[in-house]
Structure formats: C-alpha cells, structure tokens
C-alpha cells in the first residue's frame, strides 16, 4: 500500500503543505483546515510534517465511539464517515502521530485521505519533502540513505570497536 513518507532532513517548514492540502478539502486557504500539519521540534532544529501513517490496525477506529473509522477494501486506507461525526474527539486523542484532527468550522474530526491515491501536498512540495511511495520503497529509500550516511563516518572496508 502507498503512503506518504516524509523526508524530514529536506524538509524547511513552508507550509505549503497546509496550504494546498486546505484548499483542496476545504475550498479555504487555511492552515487551521489542512489534513497534515508541520510539527515544530525546537530541539532537534527541525519542522517535520505530520499526516495520517494509514495503520494497518488503527488506534482511532478502535477508539471510535460511533464506529466511523474503516479501513477501505479496495485501497486499505483509512477512511472516515465524517458525516456521522459527533466531534467527540476519542480518535484524535487515540492516534499516536496526532493525526487525526478536528475541523473547527465542521466540528468532526479528520485525517489524511491520501486525495483518493493523488496526495496534492505531495505534488506541491517544493523541496520534495513529501513522497507518496509503497511502504517497501520507503524502507529501501531509508536503507540506502542510513548506509550512505555510514559510508561516510566508517569508509568501507574500516570498522570501529572491533579490534582491528
């Protein structure tokens, strides 16, 4: 199943996630409205989008009081009766990534739909920070990133802590 992965090293913290992904769900230019959200870590010096991870077994639909959240057949995303939403909050309060998140002028709560398989954040990323990929591309993306980074604090053929 493709998700979005986030590349937080690219990453600069624009916005312009919000703002596109606000627009095309809502019709409004507002971050408040967005579906993904930046995350401001001061102690580690960076900005790290934040959108729904898809879980396989989602917090949020297990919390769920009016039994709302699924996973769609089809695309295994995780979907939302929005409709029937009485804004209690138990889902966004179960989800480990805040991701799920309320709509303050619908008073329901939300959470990346991933556009229907066509993520629109994703395709205005400036700096190519959000990629929408297969969760085995992802963890071959990481891999080869991490060895290369490794490379180049232990070149090949060198080792530390091994005695040699």
Request: charged letters at 25%; one cysteine or more.
């Amino acid at each position: 199943m493709k998700r979005i992965v986030v590349d937080a090293e690219v990453c600069t913290g624009c916005g312009i996630c919000q703002l596109v992904c606000s627009v095309h769900k809502t019709g409004q230019w507002h971050p408040a409205l967005s579906r993904i959200k930046i995350k401001q870590m001061p102690e580690f010096g960076i900005k790290v989008p934040v959108v729904c991870m898809q879980c396989s077994n989602p917090p949020c639909a297990v919390f769920c009081v009016m039994n709302l959240i699924y996973k769609d057949p089809d695309t295994g995303y995780t979907m939302r009766r929005e409709d029937k939403c009485i804004g209690c909050r138990a889902c966004e309060i179960a989800c480990p990534f805040s991701a799920a998140i309320m709509d303050p002028i619908r008073e329901v709560v939300v959470n990346c739909d991933l556009c229907g398989g066509e993520p629109v954040c994703v395709a205005y990323c400036p700096e190519g920070a959000l990629l929408y990929m297969d969760e085995a591309e992802a963890g071959d993306k990481r891999r080869s990133r991490l060895g290369l980074k490794s490379g180049e604090i232990f070149p090949r053929g060198e080792c530390s802590g091994r005695g040699s």
